[in-house]
């Protein structure tokens, strides 16, 4: 099954718009078993410290901070030139137009940044990385009132006609734009574990593989400001990205332990570089870096104490083609999941737990640092667990001797799913979006763990145990009080004469059938859950009981009344409380005179039927004849 997902998502802000953007085939859930191992320990300390580029091609370090800016030495080497240039430099990092007011810079330069910090669109545009040395030669120029010559080294002719945003000497340039990409391919496994602590004993496993291709492509923003009729690039921020390529990916996670109330827990188990940009914009080095995030995530809910270890495979290919910009995101994403590979399951419980895993990888960019901005996307798999035990004997009566049977259940149900994620940053405020698209909930399996299967998985079954032959009577179902879930249950009576009737219904909701049945005997009838709604498929759910069909046999002319006095008497209740052996439901009854003529052709006023029996009264116009019955019993 293919799930296609194509957005334009104008409205959304933030640096979710670039979040969306960022190389999402590298995303598709779990990888890298390289990576994690050169983790180390590292991954069971929490989320790690960034992991940056190569040192040699690019540092920093803060020897300034104030409220909305930070004050680097960065050093590196512009490696992705065609002539590679070594530099240090000092940068101003501002996310506040509180900091401008801190930081000495020109008139010109304080009002350039004044407007653009007014007309951000998104928190992506209110950061801004900027050269501390064009700030100080600004600074002089003003002063002096002419350029330095290092502006007149980097100074750009001003823009055409309406491209300069105020006329005169001073103002603001319009912003250039410098397009960088980086492609990626990879395929690697694999392989961690962890323990858990915080109160759960255990630990969690996760294996898989990834494979695939993908291009991230970043166009960066060139700030400029008109000094002097000429324009001075100063700073840079991020302008949109765009990701496309294609991923293939196998997935397989276990947990294993035992648990006695809700738990949550999510670890970063590895955060390996991908490389990184480095370049020149005319006097300004820029960095673009690249990271995989690798999560694992586990949620429990518990009802009572008890052990579960399971597994689940699932496989996803994918390809995908995504542009954002400051407003918003459009592209498309395909995702295939291939065959799902389930695995046996055991565990112990009384009562119910639910355990929902799930793994993750990332593709996070940054420019200059994480600390000043990032953002990522990612694909998370979840494996949805349900852990159902149960003991007792408040589940039903399922045959209805009215007495509750004492069952038992042990299953477990697996389902998976898909979801795309995304998390953005903005100097330390962290943002997550964990349900950007997601596929449908997928069925894996359903296993019933007991040997001979669960007894309450099997459904209710009353009616009568003896029914007379070619006469009509109901029987109901329904799945036993106790079961935990809510879709529909597709089932079938077998009336066991080879003919079958079958229904589907909400576990709580009673069905009946009429049967009636043309042959005499023990007829074994049996109700049998099959599957439902959501997938899960049953066996050995079945409740059988043996209902006996019976010939009805007509009883003796009874005639225990004579018409003299009120009446001729002959009633089901007299005539049972006298003895007679008459059954107490008769199917039927017959009422003639002791001369044989039938009780509706003798013109009298005479009352005859099943229940009640034969009754005449006496009155002026009539004197009752003598009168005899007989019943139809079985």
């Known amino acids: 099954m293919t799930y296609a997902y194509r957005v334009n998502t104008a409205s959304r802000r933030g640096w979710k718009t670039l979040a969306r953007g960022l190389l999402a085939s590298l995303s598709l859930l779990t990888c890298a078993e390289a990576f994690a191992q050169q983790q180390g320990e590292e991954g069971d300390q929490g989320e790690l410290e960034e992991t940056g580029a190569d040192p040699k091609l690019y540092s920093e370090k803060v020897i300034e901070e104030g409220e909305g800016y930070q004050l680097k030495i960065i050093t590196g080497v512009t490696a992705d030139d065609e002539t590679p240039v070594a530099y240090q430099r000092e940068f101003y990092s501002i996310s506040s137009p509180e900091a401008l007011r801190k930081i000495k810079m020109s008139q010109g330069l304080y009002e350039d940044l004044s407007v653009a910090f007014a007309e951000a669109k998104g928190q992506e545009d209110k950061v801004f990385s900027i050269d501390k040395r064009i700030v100080d030669e600004l600074l002089i120029a003003e002063q002096k009132g002419e350029l330095t010559p290092y502006l007149k080294e980097i100074a750009e002719p001003a823009d055409e006609e309406g491209g300069v945003q105020r006329m005169g000497p001073f103002g603001s340039c319009s912003d250039q734009s410098k397009s960088k990409s980086k492609s990626f391919s990879f395929s690697s496994p694999i392989n961690t574990s962890s323990n858990l602590g915080g109160g759960f004993t255990g630990s969690i496993y996760t294996t898989g593989n990834m494979s695939g291709s993908a291009t991230g492509e970043v166009v960066i923003k060139i700030k400029r400001t008109k000094v002097f009729w000429v324009c001075i690039p100063y700073g840079v921020r991020f302008g949109h990205a765009r990701a496309f390529g294609n991923a293939s990916v196998s997935n397989n996670s276990s947990i294993n332990g035992s648990l006695s109330y809700a738990f949550n827990w999510q670890k970063q188990v590895a955060k390996p570089s991908l490389g990184s940009l480095n370049f020149l914009v005319g006097p300004i080095p820029v960095h673009i870096g690249f990271n995989l995030p690798i999560d694992l995530g586990l949620s429990l809910n518990a009802t009572a104490t008890g052990t579960v270890a399971y597994n689940g495979q699932q496989t996803a290919t994918g390809s995908f083609d995504y542009t954002c910009t400051s407003g918003g995101c459009s592209g498309y994403a395909n995702y295939n999941l291939g065959s799902a590979t389930p695995q046996p399951v055991t565990g112990s419980v009384s009562g119910r737990i639910q355990p929902t895993l799930w793994a993750q990888v990332a593709v996070r960019a940054y420019l200059y640092s994480e600390w000043i901005a990032h953002a990522q996307v990612g694909v998370r798999a979840y494996l949805y667990g349900d852990l159902w035990g149960y003991y007792g004997n408040t589940c039903g009566d399922a045959n209805g001797d009215l007495v509750n049977e004492t069952v038992s259940a042990l299953t ?175 199917l039927a009854v017959e009422c003639k005179t002791t001369a044989g003529v039938d009780w509706s052709q003798t013109g009298q006023s005479y009352t005859c039927n099943a229940s009640t029996g034969g009754t005449c009264v006496n009155s002026s116009s009539q004197s009752c004849l003598d009168y005899q019955v007989r019943f139809l019993c079985f």
């Open 412 to 586: 477990f149900d697996l389902d998976w799913r898909l979801f795309i994620t995304g998390r953005a940053s903005l100097v330390g405020s962290t943002s997550n979006w964990d349900n950007l698209w997601s596929t449908s909930r997928r069925h894996i399996k359903f296993w019933d763990l007991l040997s001979g299967g669960s007894s309450a998985l099997r459904p209710t079954l009353l009616g009568p145990a003896t029914v007379p032959l070619n006469y009509t009577n109901s029987y109901s179902s329904r799945m036993r009080p106790c079961w935990p879930y809510a879709d529909s249950v597709n089932s079938q009576f077998n009336w066991g004469d080879g003919t079958y009737a079958s229904f589907s219904a909400v576990p709580g909701t009673t069905t009946t059938r009429a049967k009636f049945w043309t042959s005499t005997g023990a007829k074994a009838v049996r109700v049998t859950a099959l599957n439902d709604s959501h997938g899960r498929s049953f066996t050995n759910a079945f409740t059988e009981r043996t209902v006996q069909v019976n010939a009805p046999v007509w009883t003796s002319w009874i005639n225990r009344d004579v018409p003299g006095g009120v009446g001729d008497y002959e009633t089901l209740v007299n005539i049972r409380d006298e003895g007679y052996p008459v059954c107490a439901s008769p």
